[in-house]
């Protein structure tokens, strides 16, 4: 039986650990259980190492905290440099920051709000602010 992508399998009856519907507990969990012979603590997680989530053999199963888990699956920010359409500088910001500021078709860049500002009031160009 499956929930989402891990396995659900019946417990043995002196399965410690946490169940589900009183019968059932992940595979991935079982397996760690009965080959350690301890319960994933609270705060802990068990990991896929090949990230195959229906891959639960035992050299496959490592236990991080959720904390090492979250950081080792946010990779860093790609950094990409840009000119700086005001000042000319050179800067560098994460690709994600930057995905939105192409204006009619071309890529407009500013190293702080100050030079964008500066930019659109020297072409007379008044953005809208918004109002929260």
Request: with cysteine; glycine share 6%.
């Amino acid at each position: 039986m499956r929930n989402g992508p891990y396995e659900l399998v019946i417990a043995p009856e002196d399965y410690p650990g946490k169940k589900y519907r009183e019968r059932y507990c992940y595979e991935h969990q079982l397996v760690w259980w009965e080959r350690t012979g301890q319960v994933v603590p609270v705060g802990f997680l068990i990991h896929h190492k090949n990230e195959d989530k229906r891959d639960n053999r035992f050299n496959n199963l490592e236990m991080k905290s959720k904390g090492e888990h979250t950081r080792d699956h946010n990779k860093p920010a790609k950094m990409i440099s840009y000119r700086c359409n005001y000042c000319e500088s050179v800067f560098e910001r994460s690709l994600r920051v930057m995905k939105s500021s192409l204006k009619n078709g071309r890529r407009v860049s500013f190293c702080s709000r100050s030079c964008g500002a500066k930019y659109y009031h020297q072409r007379g160009i008044y953005r809208s602010i918004r109002k929260a």
